[in-house]
């Protein structure tokens, strides 16, 4: 049986590779993608969310999300002056216009409480690559979606430096109340993939030569994503002789099927700093072993670059 999971994201060039591993491989199935405000404005990831999906041609249900932070009406400095001088993210991803639309009854986090609600997805794993907008508006309408919800898989924060800041990911300091609420709601099973075990595992030019050479559309469609990731992220690196860069999100969906991707974690009380001028958005792991509070979530501080790649090749051989 496949992993049954719900893709809540910001698409975002990471976003689309997670979206073609998901189409593609055959121990996933993603029931429903929601999208939310983050890499780039809402309109334009549930643009890029129905391109992605299109170019594999993948028939998955798609809820456009929040437009904008859970409390804040903005990202703390704005998208564009954040940006600014950066060819890193682009508004529209490279792929031809979407044929396929975005559902309009009901909104992300309406789309989320209605999912968990219902008994037919106790089994379904909410995956979220993208600020943490969509289930915080769910958890706030539907308090007892924190039981209902069997294992939230989150990439976001880091231990060590940030990318935003010293000490904040992006999509924690994209909405910090948000990630700080979901993480605080009691939920059973949370994993957080950090920025230290993404960026143990960048994904090089000769990934890029393979995936090209296997062809299909999401092979190829990675390979150019992850090209220009390489040519314009700040924290792409010269690794073993070639130039390499952080794919994040796909990660989490390696971690679905095979969970040594992760090679080192720690259980720990976790929270998310809302307030501090130089912090804002920092996920705090507090390792003490004298930490007042239990652990609330296992945080992923490592992983193997060759488990990643390995997930990566099976999905994009599979087809699509
Ligand atoms: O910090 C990395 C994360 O921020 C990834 O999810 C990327 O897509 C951006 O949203
Ligand atoms: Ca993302």
New binding site residues.
């Given amino acids: 049986m496949p992993t049954r999971f719900i893709l809540d994201c ?1 698409t ?4 689309a590779i997670a979206i073609f591993a998901a189409a593609a491989h055959p121990e996933l199935e993603a029931i429903a993608i929601t999208t939310v405000n ?2 780039v404005a809402l309109e334009h990831v549930t643009d890029n969310t129905l391109r992605a999906l299109d170019h594999v041609g993948a028939e998955v249900p798609v809820y456009r999300g929040a437009a904008r932070p859970f409390a804040r009406p903005d990202l703390p400095i704005p998208r564009d002056v954040l940006n600014e001088g950066s060819d890193f993210q682009s508004a529209r991803l490279d792929f031809p216009d979407a044929v396929s639309t975005a559902e309009t009854e009901r909104s992300a986090a309406a789309f989320l409480v209605d999912a968990y609600m219902d008994d037919a997805n106790a089994d379904v794993t909410l995956v979220a ?3 943490l907008t969509n289930v915080a508006l769910a958890l706030a309408a539907e308090p007892r979606l924190a039981e209902r919800i069997p294992r939230l898989v989150i ?2 924060g880091a231990h060590a430096n940030g ?2 800041t010293a000490a904040a ?3 924690f300091w994209v909405d910090p109340e948000a990630a700080e609420a979901v993480l605080a709601a009691g939920i059973r099973d949370v994993v957080i993939v950090t ?1 230290d075990a ?1 960026h143990s595992a960048p994904l090089s030019l000769a990934d890029c030569d393979e995936f090209d050479e296997i062809g299909t559309p999401a092979a190829a469609g990675a390979a150019k994503l992850i090209r220009h990731r390489i040519r314009h992220d700040q924290a792409a690196v010269e690794g073993e002789g070639e130039a390499a860069s952080p794919v ?2 796909p990660l989490c969906l390696a971690y679905l099927v095979r969970p040594e991707a992760i090679t080192e974690q720690v259980k720990a009380f976790v929270s998310v700093e809302t307030t501090g001028g130089r912090t804002l958005g920092e996920l705090v792991v507090d390792t003490r072993p004298w930490c007042p509070e239990p652990p609330n979530a296992t945080v992923a501080l490592r992983a193997s670059a060759a488990v990643y790649r390995d997930f990566l090749r099976t999905a994009f051989l599979a087809g699509r």
């Fill in positions: 910001d975002g060039s990471d976003d983050g890499n690559t993208g600020p990439m976001g990318n935003v990911e992006f999509n920025l993404t994040h999100d």
